[in-house]
């Protein structure tokens, strides 16, 4: 595995600071890797019930509107009136792409699957014969059985998946009024199918400010993840794929790669064999143009089966590397008993920035060999679904700021996750995301200042 050079931090995050930011003096660097190869490079509530063998939310049968969209994008506070839709509106089209920005500041290639999630005892899951904090990818069947068991029960729905619960939180933190920052131009493209579940996801996207640019699949079917979460707030995650299994290359995504300052790759596309040319011909482009390329590991059983796969990009491609500290290992084949400081140094040899979080431990931020903690802000659990995702909207958020200030960067990525650790639902609300954007540009600010007097600054915004 290639080791990394020595190029600054503010070589690389202040190329795509907007606007830009002095560099810091911190001591903590960002490297650019050598490669191995060398080579030119809201959610809306309702009730569910059966039709037949299919579980459909009932708003959803003919499509729907969410009638008071206008006053909430909140997944844990749009309380919609659902309505069905007039019959000439069910073929809306939804699908069209706004014509976009000359540049996007993120494009994420991931699955795009809407969620259902409900609150389970222990004991559902041993009757059902789920492991506990698992993630499975079920077949049409499985997911039926599930959802049978679960008959009478509320569900929560939203735009859900790993890659699109980091992008809505990215937007909201790039969205943010209280801060002189320009607005975060957001996109992501995978795979809907033409059903109304797919236009649910777009709509909700949209929403919430991140541009869904693939279009439907014709006749496809929308990927589902049902969210199993026990008192202890750890969460069993049961993924139906659908068409969600499918990602083309084509010229339409060609052209939105060249134009995207990062590129974030979802770890979950690597276990579906046919993407992996896909993904490596986005992160061959993304290279070229200069792009800096981010993957999130997902899961640990994922970088197992895909082990090979993962390797070849993360150590020929990428510039950042998302993971906890289970699937760190994983990486590094080490053991349970090993830490995860050793599995953040270790990867940083490969990758010049590595992120590992590991839940009440707090985190773990890896350049060049040497591992930043970052401690845990005080937090009580109530749903850990998303933490790792919110985790690394605050990175990328910091870095798309133009901070060099790593431990900095790095305690507001778990303030973030704190917060949606804290709540039920996966979703940054747009009120903290508020909040936490005003109070890094404050520290920013502060780190700014301390640099043009010459005085050392300590990371405690």
């Known amino acids: ?11 690389i995050l202040h190329r795509f600071s907007s606007p830009p930011l002095s560099p810091s003096s911190s001591s903590s660097s960002l490297p650019r890797a050598r490669r191995r190869v060398a080579r030119p490079r809201g959610y809306s509530r309702f009730a569910v019930r ?12 003919g499509g729907f509107e969410d009638a008071d969209a206008a006053e909430s994008d909140d997944e844990e506070d749009a309380h919609g009136v659902l309505r069905p839709l ?11 792409p706004p014509s976009g920005p000359e540049r996007w500041d993120v494009l994420g290639l ?24 698992t993630r499975k990818v079920v077949n049409h069947e499985e997911r039926g059985r599930v959802l049978r068991a679960m008959d009478g029960c509320s569900y929560k729905a939203a735009a859900g998946g790993s890659l699109s619960n980091s992008l809505v939180a990215l937007s909201r933190l790039g969205s943010s009024r209280s801060t002189r920052y320009p607005k975060l131009r957001i996109a992501m493209a995978g795979s809907v199918g033409s059903d109304p579940l797919g236009s649910f996801y777009r709509a909700k996207l949209h929403r919430a400010n991140v541009h869904f640019l693939s279009k439907p699949v014709k006749d496809g079917t929308t990927g589902t993840v049902i969210v199993l979460t026990t008192p202890d707030a750890q969460r069993t995650m049961l993924a139906y794929q659908g068409t969600s299994s499918t990602l083309s290359y084509d010229s339409d995504l060609a052209s939105i790669v060249s134009k995207s300052n990062v590129l974030i790759v979802e770890g979950y596309l690597f276990e579906l064999p046919h993407t992996i040319k896909a993904i490596k011909q986005a992160c061959e482009d993304a290279h070229k143009n200069g792009s800096l390329i981010a993957v999130t590991a997902s899961d640990m059983s994922c970088i197992k ?16 590397l998302f993971a906890n500290a289970n699937e760190a290992r994983a990486f590094c084949e080490l053991s349970s008993t090993d830490s995860p400081m050793s599995a953040a ?18 985190s773990y931020i890896g350049v060049k060999g040497e591992a930043i903690y970052i ?16 985790y690394a909207s605050g990175i990328l958020y910091g870095i798309l700021r133009g901070s060099s200030d790593l431990k900095g960067i790095g305690l507001l990525a778990s303030r973030v996750a704190a917060v949606v650790v804290g709540q039920q639902g996966t979703r940054l609300r747009v009120q903290d995301a508020d909040r936490l954007a ?16 010459g005085t050392d600054h300590v990371s405690n915004f």
């Open 86 to 96: 007039e019959g000439e509106d069910v073929n809306l089209d939804l699908h069209a």
């Open 1 to 11: 595995m290639a080791l990394a050079s020595s190029s600054t931090a503010s070589r």
């Open 345 to 362: 140094r270790y990867l940083s040899h490969s990758v010049p920035l590595v992120s590992v979080t590991d839940g009440v431990h707090g």
């Open 305 to 320: 089966r895909c082990y090979n796969d993962f390797w070849d990009i993360v150590a020929n491609y990428a510039d950042i």
């Open 375 to 390: 401690p845990p802000p005080p937090c009580v659990p109530v749903d850990t679904c998303g933490a790792g995702d919110a």
């Open 110 to 133: 991931g699955q795009a699957m809407v969620d259902f999630s409900g609150m389970v005892d222990e004991e559902f899951l041993e009757r059902l014969g789920l492991e506990k904090g």
């Open 438 to 453: 005003e109070s890094f540009a404050l520290h920013l600010d502060n780190l700014e200042f301390c640099s043009d007097v």
């Open 50 to 61: 059966w039709e037949g063998r299919l579980v459909v939310p009932i708003a959803l049968l």
